[in-house]
């Protein structure tokens, strides 16, 4: 009878600049709506070059790849008897346009610009392009002579236009525009226009499937139709997730779910549907009749092909469905995890390492890793091929195959409980106790030598020492100094500097800031031939050494007249003296890491260089 169509959406993992895997995963989403018995395949936005190019659409090779990649569709016998929606940049009149490329058997049959473009937020669309502003308008488009000899056209439609198929008649939106307060199918549908499109590059938020759905099934409601929404999905290289979520929809009703959080590259959905429910839908509802009739017309673009067949008369109709959602904890728990993963494996890691300091943020973190290895096994044991050779690759082991969660995590996951003299048994434990219930392989450090290091630079710099709050410190010190570890040494000593240091509009915060310090503060550069210059045997890294063992006290002396102070490094019990061995010593030195210093007294390690006050030498009192 010709009226039930099967149609096509998908969700495709696409890789910003990854032309030739994009172009296979194309070409495999529409080769598995082929086999569905689709006749209209959709899919995401901009999903031949990846939709995070971002400055990359500057350069003319990304659109010069895309043009490639799209006559490589064009040429696939793949492709052929099935329209094909496509998206990717194009250059027009020298105006770079987000745009779908409608095909069907090798020839072009409609170049469609994005009209409302996405620039808030984590969004930046209109840095790289124009909003086509001239609706229900179309001019000609002169193709590249690549396209030329594979479609025997010279020039396609370019604009705002609607296909006219045998059977029905078919519009297009690209993400954004749905959103919009007058979305372009709300005039399609006054038009007669009876299946919409919808090609996104929509990441994760929290509940944002809640307004995607909601978005999608009120314009269905209100106006009758079809709707097929396509989406990106996984890390695209940025810091974003795209959460899938394709979906069809009919009016008002939810016909086809995707999956929100999932590992395969690839999600095709299909439905079939009957175009009689949308016509007969319409002509029920007389106030959209009454705008119906005085609407403005769109251009068509006649398509010599049916989306239905003759005898469809016992072709089953899909069944409308409820739309499931995740738990906001659920959505938490897999999508950061679901980015992790994405994130691992194209950057060829071996995995991740975590300093867990038995806090909630760093357990949190790790829950997330562990979470991660939790869908690689389901997805394992589900037969995605694709994710058991990124395993194999991560793990270095061509023959390993991941069963258990926890023994996956204790071979991507690192953690390591970084101790320091403020901390506590607690922590420690709570540590301990978390990487042995998700099974990370686990690792204690003792940091306090590095705190103590950076405390030195810093005093060292400044010649002042920061202080807790407890002991009389600033709130800054008191900050910088609860946060004083190994990965974050730069920003805590410039933090330090600027906690100590009166700001002044000409001073900047960044090491220029700290440069003048320097000279005043380290040694001057030795002369050639100086006894502790490179290629001197005996001498020691900053000097000559003086009559203590090697490897016990480290103390230097200077070889030749220097402007700053000899330089010692200190071992773990040193004593301040007079240099000269004279019996008479003021009441109290005053030491630039250690301020008020009584003489002889013992003082704890630092092991980083430190000036030595003029008249007097440093040496060890434990021998270690």
Known sequence: MGRKVTVATCALNQWALDFEGNLQRILKSIEIAKCKGARYRLGPELEICGYGCWDHYYESDTLLHSLQVLAALLESPVTQDIICDVGMPVMHRNVRYNCRVIFLNRRILLIRPKM??????NYRELRWFTPWSRTRQTEEYFLPRMLQSLTKQETVPFGDAVLAARDTCIGSEICEELWTPHSPHVDMGLDGVEIFTNASGSHHVLRKAHARVDLVTMATTKNGGIYLLANQKGCDGDRLYYDGCALIAMNGHILAQGSQFSLDDVEVLTATLDLEDVRSYRAEISSRNLAASKASPYPRVKVDFALSSREDLLEPLSEPLEWTYHSPAEEISLGPACWLWDFLRRSQQAGFFLPLSGGVDSAATACLVYSMCRQVCEAVNNGNQEVLADVRTIVD?????????????GRVLTTCYMASENSSRETRDRAAELARQIGSHHVGLDIDPAVKAVVGIFSLVTGKRPLFAV?????????ALQNVQPPRLPDQVRL????????????QDGPQGLRPLLPRALPAPRPAGHPGSTGHRRAGALGRRTGVPDGRALVFESATRRTSPPVVRRGPGCSLARADGQTSLPPTVR?????EVLPGSVLPCVPVPVPVPPGFAVSCDTGK
Not at 116 to 121: I, T, Y
Request: proline fraction near 9%; aromatic fraction near 4%; glycine fraction near 12%.
């Open 116 to 121: 409302a473009l996405a620039n808030e937020g």
């Open 397 to 409: 082991q061509l023959d390993y195959t991941p069963r258990d969660p926890r023994e996956l995590c």
């Open 471 to 479: 002991h009389g410190g600033s709130r800054r010190e008191n900050l």
């Open 496 to 507: 330090l500097q600027r906690g100590h240091q009166p700001h002044r509009r000409h001073q």
């Open 591 to 595: 030491c630039p890491w250690r301020g």
